[in-house]
Each structure stands twice: as C-alpha cells, then as structure tokens.
C-alpha cells in the first residue's frame, strides 16, 4: 500500500470523526430541546397556571407597578431578548442599569422572599417555551452588563455560544449574585466555559438538583 493511500484513507478517517463529531452534537442540541420543551411544558401546566396569577397579585397589593418585568437580555451568539421575571424592586421606570446588592433599599419585602428563593426566575419558563432560553446554560446578563465586559473580558463573549439558561453551574457553586468587581465575573465565566464543554443530561440534571437545594436552604447571594 502506497504512503498516497495511507494519506487518503487517514483523511477519510479524520473526515469521518468530524461528521459523527458533528452529528452527535446536533442530536444533543435537538435532545437537550425536546427536553426543555416537555419540563417547561409541565412546569407552566401544572406551576405557573396558578403561581403567576398568585405571585403577580401579592406584588401588585405590596408595591406599584406591573408585576413582571421585562428587560432586554443576550441570547445565544448575542441574540437580544426579553427575558421575564417577578417584579422584586420598587418600580422606577427611568431608573438606570444597576445591580442588585446587599441590603438593596430598591427590593421589596416580598422581593426578597422572591430572590432568596429563585421564584422570581419562574416565569422564565416561558423564555424556554419560546426558545431564547434552556433549563440549565449560562445566566443570561442585562445589555449593560454585557457591554462592560464584552471587548474587554478575555472568553466573555464565548459563553454565549450556547443558549442561556435559567440555572447554570456558575449559580450552583456560588457565582451568582452581584458582579461589582472584575474577578467576581472572571469567576463567573470560569463555570460557564467549564458547563459548555462538559455540558450532558446527566449534568444538566445534577445542576437542576443544586438549585431546588439551593432555593430550598435559601441562596447566600441572592439579595
């Protein structure tokens, strides 16, 4: 056998790894919505059918303004979209982009409950049904967070070549919560960039297990 043959049939090889490469990771982004699909579906049936109606009239009986609140986020490959949440701050309209942080005089009473226990991320479920956003991904953050960090964050922009989710691994294990300082998103883009390599079913579902015991023990950093 010719070394021009051996050639030939290691680029076939190598060209065959890469088609089962990338098939195996379409079949993975298809498995990965259907699943998104099918919880968000039981989740908003069976959960959000009651719980908004519920939760948006306890806010609107505390505080004015519209119960959920709508603001611009990054989506998957920076795809901007409206990402829902239960209403945890005094209503400002004109008020400009600032985090949230310890002892915020803006969260309402109620809003604290909200945030302390991941609910005010329900109505998420319905970014999933519309497809910007999965289950488990990186947090998707406010457009002005992103502009702070985007040019200037070395990987930044690499954690959105996946869509965002409602939980990530970065929440889990304690980067969630305020980002004031650079290392604090450093730490943050760290988790993502390890979830999208090692991302699978099995993990995507350790992390859903984190968050109802994080939600259930109440999040340290959720102010």
Known sequence: MTSFTVQNMETVSLERDRNATSQNQTWGLYAKRITDLLVAGLVAVTILIWLIPLLALLIRLTSKGPAIFVQMRSGRDGEQFPCFKFRTMAHNPQAQFQQASKNDYRV????????????????????????????????????????????????????????????????????????????????????????????????????????????????????
């Not at 990987?155 to 294990?173: C, D, F, H, M, N």
């Not at 969630?176 to 579902?205: N, W």
């Open 108 to 223: 309402t009473p109620i809003g604290r409950i909200l945030r302390k226990t991941n609910l005010d991320e329900m109505p998420q479920f319905l970014n999933v049904l519309l497809g910007h956003m999965s289950i488990v991904g990186p947090r998707p953050h406010p457009l002005p967070l992103d502009a702070q960090y985007w040019n200037t964050m070395p990987g930044y922009r690499e954690r959105y070549s996946v869509k965002p989710g409602i939980t990530g691994l970065a929440q889990v294990r304690g980067a969630r919560g305020e980002t004031g300082k650079p290392f604090q998103m450093r730490h943050r883009v760290r988790y993502d960039h390890l979830y999208i390599q090692q991302q699978s079913p099995a993990l995507d579902m350790r992390i859903c297990w984190w968050t109802v015991k994080a939600a259930l023990n109440g999040n340290p950093n959720a102010w």
